[in-house]
Structure formats: structure tokens, C-alpha cells
């Protein structure tokens, strides 16, 4: 029973600031976006704003799978865990098929890396050297690309946290 709450707890706290980064950006999922941060799992790349179909048909079952209500959409957000990556997706509507944008794409572990080679565990030097535009404060690097955001979190000069989102 604790565990369900603490999962209830972890879910909302996500919807909420998944509501807050989505209308913070503007974002609207029929939005596709040209040109930005991008993220390639079994050969097949993909940004927020992009269609999520051929990204999940090719990346296989992820080890779980949530949808709720979106905070920020009148469809619904929904979260694939793959282990060493967090895919999150959302639809304009709650139509049976409605087809799913990505919203953002979170790399946990050190297993995946951006399209520029940064993953969990690199270091700051190597960031600062990927990432030339990004802006830091307080550890955390942010850099845009065309309608995408990168942001990565650099404790004791390693990084370890990885978020690509729209802008």
C-alpha cells in the first residue's frame, strides 16, 4: 500500500511539471519540429514535436508503460521507461488512436548518449566542449537548437542528469 502511494505521489509530481515545461514552451503537439536536439535508439532518431509511431514501433516494449490524463493537452501524456531512457509522449485529444508527439526524452543511465556523445557519467570538460552555447548556472547546462532544449545536470564536474525537451 505505501508503495502505491509513493508511485501515486511520483506520477503527479511528473504531470505537474510536465504541465508546467509544456506551457511554459508554448508547446502544442501538433508542432513538429525541424531542426534540434535529438536522441537515436535502434537506428531511428527522434526530437520532441516528432511523431513518437515509428520511434515505439522500433524501440521495442518498454519496461513500463503509464498514461494519464495530460496536465497541459486535452488528450493524455504517456511515460515509457526503457531502463537506461525515459520517452514521454502526449496526444491533442483522448481519441482511441490519437497519435502521440514526444514531449521529452530523459537519459538515465550511462548506457545511451545525445546525438553529440554526452551521456551520464561524462564530464563537464567534454559538455563544455559538445555543448559551446550552453548557458550554465548552478551546475545545470542548458543549450537550444532550433526548437529543442538540452538540459545537463553536472555534479562534481560529472554529469548526471539528461533532458531533452522543447523550447
Known amino acids: 500500500m505505501r508503495e502505491a502511494r509513493k508511485t501515486n505521489w511520483v506520477k503527479a509530481a ?5 504541465a508546467f515545461v509544456l506551457v511554459a514552451s508554448g508547446f502544442t ?15 531511428v532518431s527522434i526530437k520532441p514535436g516528432d511523431s513518437a509511431e515509428k520511434f515505439l514501433k522500433k524501440a521495442g516494449k518498454p519496461d513500463s508503460a503509464d498514461r494519464a490524463n495530460s496536465c497541459a493537452t486535452e488528450g493524455y501524456d504517456y ?8 520517452l ?22 550511462d ?7 554526452i551521456k551520464i557519467g561524462s564530464t563537464e570538460k567534454q559538455v563544455k566542449k559538445k555543448y559551446k552555447n550552453a548557458k550554465s548556472k548552478y551546475g545545470v547546462y ?7 532544449k538540452i538540459t545537463i ?3 562534481d564536474k560529472k554529469v548526471t542528469a539528461i533532458e531533452i525537451t522543447k523550447k
Do not use: H, R
Not at 14 to 18: A, D, G, K, P, S
Not at 29 to 43: D, E, I, L, T
Not at 111 to 117: D, L, Q
Open 153 to 155: 545536470e553536472v555534479t
Open 111 to 117: 548506457k545511451v548518449k545525445t546525438a553529440e556523445g
Open 142 to 148: 542548458s543549450a537550444t537548437k532550433g526548437k529543442t
Open 29 to 43: 503537439p501538433v508542432q513538429a519540429a525541424s531542426k534540434g536536439y535529438s536522441f537515436k535508439y535502434k537506428k
Open 88 to 109: 514521454t509522449t502526449c496526444t491533442k485529444n483522448k481519441k482511441k488512436k490519437a497519435k502521440q508527439y514526444v514531449c521529452s526524452i530523459k537519459l538515465v543511465t
Open 14 to 18: 511528473l504531470c505537474i511539471c510536465m
Open 79 to 86: 511515460t515509457y521507461d526503457y531502463g537506461s531512457f525515459i
